[in-house]
């Protein structure tokens, strides 16, 4: 039995990391038509990391080893986030070890290391696409933290397991008052954690305008590719945390192999739903002046602490 919660853990994990450049391909591709233009095909993000593997490793002379350590402590950091959320079941999971904080702290430890890469080859592009990054790491974390909080509070717990649970045990509690508060505070920051419009263009070619793309900007082959397929499995994670928490049905909850089929095609359903979401968001609005993102962020921070004093009130 603990083998079968193990292989059950690494294959919803696996699947999890192997649909994550799809969610982004498909972001590209509803942008694309609501610019009546053809776009790439959906699968391009895969072809794009296979030619990145392929190709020769440029290191700039000044960089130390914190340069070429980054992108492994960065995608490690980000696997075993894509280990720790329960995406397919919520009893086979890693569930005691899958709490909301250590998935924050997780993603802050990926950020820390991409930023002081991007600064280590004193390109005037990394130190400020850095700098631009942190500001809004600083104002987004407490404001997701907040989110946590107040989930929390309504289930009990800061496990993922229990939370998305107790969410199929009590029915349609997604209509409570302070869910759908947390749900729209979450959904702008997780827009904010991925680097998507308003807040950054990930398909921008403008250095004074890129944020992520401008901290991996001096990274070239594999250490592009490692760099880039993080940034697809966070997304994929934060995505797969929104549908999860707030529409948990379809997970499994007994293991059986037919089961297990369905549960992660209604996995993958999800997600490419919210993506397709994400990338009507993005084609309806422009992308924000840097000195207007802390007052979007600031509409999230004020949405979960209603969603907190609307828990404690009913309390």
Known sequence: ???????????????????????????????????????????????????????????????????????????????????????????????????????????????????????????????????????????????????????????????????????????????AIENIFVFFALFIIVVAETGRVPFDNPATHLELTMIHEGMILEYSGRYLAMMTMASYIKQAVLFTLMVNIFFPYGMLTQFAALPFVVSSALLIFKLIAFSVVVGIFESVLAKFRLFQVPDLIGISFVLALTGIITNVIKI
Do not use: H
């Open 1 to 175: 039995m603990y083998f079968e919660k193990i292989l059950i853990s690494i294959l919803q994990a696996l699947i999890l990391i192997s649909a994550a450049p799809l969610l982004a391909g498909i972001i590209k591709k509803v942008k694309a038509t609501f610019q009546y233009r053809q776009g790439p095909p959906v699968l391009q993000p895969y072809y794009d990391l296979s030619k990145y593997m392929k190709k020769e490793v440029v290191v700039s002379d000044i960089a130390s080893w914190l340069f070429l350590a980054a992108p492994y402590v960065t995608l490690a950091a980000i696997v075993i986030c894509a280990f720790l959320v329960p995406s397919v079941s919520y009893l086979y999971s890693l569930s005691k070890l899958g709490d909301m904080i250590l998935i924050i702290y997780l993603f802050a430890l990926a950020r820390f290391f991409m930023a002081l890469a991007a600064m280590d080859t004193a390109s005037a592009f990394g130190g400020m696409a850095s700098s631009r990054e942190m500001m809004i790491s600083s104002i987004a974390e407490p404001a997701m933290i907040l989110c946590f909080i107040s989930l929390a509070i309504t289930y009990g717990s800061t496990n993922l397991s229990n939370i998305m649970s107790s969410t199929i045990k009590s029915g349609n509690y997604f209509f």
